[in-house]
C-alpha cells in the first residue's frame, strides 16, 4: 500500500504561480512512475505531467509547468508558472507500482482567476 498526500493548491491570479508538492509513504520502494493529473469541472480526468527518468508532460503545459521528484524524501511536486484560467481544475497526485498498481492522492483544488 502507498499514500499519496497532496498539498498547494489555492486560488491565484492568471500569470501567477503555485506549486503542488505530493508525499508518499508506506510502501515506497514499489513506486515506478510520479505523476500530476487534473480534471475539470465537466471534463475527463487528463494527465499533466509524469516522472519516471525523464519528464513528459501535456502539450499545452509544456513550457509552463515542471516536474520534480526527490526519491530520497519520497515527494514528487509540479511547479506553475504562468497560469491561465484552464488551469483551473482539481490537481491528483499518482503513482504506480513495479507490478502496475494504481494509487491516487485526495486531489487539491487549483483555481486561476481571469
Known amino acids: 500500500q502507498v499514500q499519496l498526500v497532496e498539498s498547494g493548491g489555492g486560488l491565484v491570479q492568471a500569470g501567477g504561480s503555485l506549486r503542488l508538492s505530493c508525499a508518499a509513504s508506506g510502501s515506497i520502494f514499489n513506486i515506478n512512475v510520479m505523476a500530476w493529473y487534473r480534471q475539470a469541472p465537466g471534463k475527463r480526468r487528463e494527465l499533466v505531467a509524469r516522472i519516471r527518468g525523464s519528464p513528459n508532460y501535456v502539450d499545452s503545459v509544456k513550457g509552463r509547468f515542471t516536474i520534480s521528484r526527490d526519491n530520497a524524501k519520497n515527494t514528487v511536486s509540479l511547479q506553475m508558472n504562468s497560469l491561465k484560467p484552464e488551469d483551473t481544475a482539481v490537481y491528483y497526485c499518482?503513482?504506480?507500482?513495479?507490478?502496475?498498481?494504481?494509487?491516487w492522492g485526495q486531489g487539491t483544488q487549483v483555481t486561476v482567476s481571469s
Open positions: 499518482y503513482c504506480d507500482t513495479f507490478s502496475g498498481y494504481p494509487y
